[in-house]
């Protein structure tokens, strides 16, 4: 029997939980250089915002905890949608950024959809 066991690659996770542990930093100032745009930058800040809408970490715009499982749906279907169409157009690296993100948010959704 094959082992079907993902390995996944959780570095996106260092972003959510810094931001977990300190909630209530300053936004940057509007002086600072911005993020360099890159596909592994917007496709973590989607799954930042899964991890909101899950209810895992404070919205910021209220700083509480809250769920909203339709919008998590969509973003999630939003990013599957992304791996779809930019099939065999991904180096390696940013195609398994996109497969474990999606794994990891797809399990997560399961587990809130659970929940009370």
């Known amino acids: 029997m094959q082992d079907n066991k993902k390995n996944v690659d959780e570095s996106w996770k260092d972003e959510v939980a810094k931001q977990k542990e300190n909630p ?17 930058f917007f496709v973590s ?9 899950l209810g895992q970490i404070p919205n910021p715009a209220s700083n509480k905890k809250e769920k909203n499982l339709g919008q998590a749906k969509f973003i999630i279907d939003t990013l599957e949608m992304l791996e779809e169409k930019t099939k065999n157009n991904l180096n390696p690296e940013e195609n398994k950024l996109l497969e474990n993100i999606l794994y990891e948010l797809r399990i997560q959704y399961v587990t809130a959809n659970k929940e009370p």
């Open 24 to 40: 209530s930093e300053e936004a940057p100032q509007a002086e600072s250089m911005p993020p360099e745009a890159s596909f592994s």
């Open 45 to 53: 800040t989607l799954a930042l915002q899964v991890s909101i809408f």
